[in-house]
T-cell receptor
Framework: GAVVSQHPSRVICKSGTSVKIECRSLDFQATTMFWYRQFPKQSLMLMATSNEGSKATYEQGVEKDKFLINHASLTLSTLTVTSAHPEDSSFYIC????????????FGPGTRLTVL | KQEVTQIPAALSVPEGENLVLNCSFTDSAIYNLQWFRQDPGKGLTSLLLIQSSQREQTSGRLNASLDKSSGRSTLYIAASQPGDSATYLCAVPNDYKLSFGAGTTVTVRA
């Protein structure tokens, strides 16, 4: 149980385009989803927290207009990187937790974004 | 703000040697602590989760201890194998968000 999927697993796009990454909880209802970013040889840094049906809460220094997060259902959250630039190239990981256990997060496999 | 530190940053050992990885955190009021493995270019694989009420957790050759009062956790990997080569990260919840250490990159030499 507690499986989280991400799609796509890898994406390459041109500078200036937008990219959407999906995060799905497959066998539980995820009241909260978290989006992390990991640059090469660095640890994971939290970008934003999204609760189903409400606006995402962004960490300091993360541009909310650039990284659009939607959590419209209890099983799906999306991260859209708008007008992507090479410096947005990174590994994006989502995690999800349920209302029954806020303190345990289940990890998606990650999405590798490369912006040319 | 919770700060998580992992020492050493990198470790290279011959096959068969036991591994000791350290994780320290500044705020001892944690609900749990989790150890992950990450292979190059891949996502995170959860290895062990220790609840705050536990002192250790074991899975096969892995054993993780937790000392909340001193803000430390240690991951022991017995009889290391080349397949154990990876980066190991620890993380603690902080207001439901996870704070990660920078990781220890382990190389096990055959």
């Amino acid at each position: 149980g507690a499986v989280v999927s991400q799609h796509p697993s890898r994406v390459i796009c041109k500078s200036g385009t937008s990219v959407k990454i999906e995060c799905r909880s497959l066998d539980f209802q995820a009241t909260t989803m978290f989006w992390y970013r990991q640059f090469p040889k660095q640890s994971l840094m939290l970008m934003a927290t999204s609760n189903e049906g409400s606006k995402a809460t962004y960490e300091q220094g993360v541009e909310k207009d650039k990284f659009l997060i939607n959590h419209a259902s209890l099983t799906l959250s999306t991260l859209t990187v708008t007008s992507a630039h090479p410096e947005d190239s990174s590994f994006y990981i989502c995690t999800a937790s349920s209302e029954h256990n806020y303190n345990e997060q289940f990890f998606g496999p990650g999405t590798r974004l490369t912006v040319l | 703000k919770q700060e998580v530190t992992q020492i050493p940053a990198a470790l290279s050992v011959p096959e068969g040697e036991n591994l000791v990885l350290n994780c320290s955190f500044t705020d001892s009021a944690i609900y749990n602590l989790q150890w992950f493995r990450q292979d190059p270019g891949k996502g995170l694989t959860s290895l062990l989760l220790i609840q705050s009420s536990q002192r250790e957790q074991t899975s096969g050759r892995l054993n993780a201890s937790l000392d909340k009062s001193s803000g430390r956790s240690t991951l022991y990997i017995a009889a290391s194998q080349p397949g154990d080569s990876a980066t190991y990260l620890c993380a603690v919840p902080n207001d439901y968000k996870l704070s990660f250490g920078a990781g220890t990159t382990v190389t096990v030499r055959a």
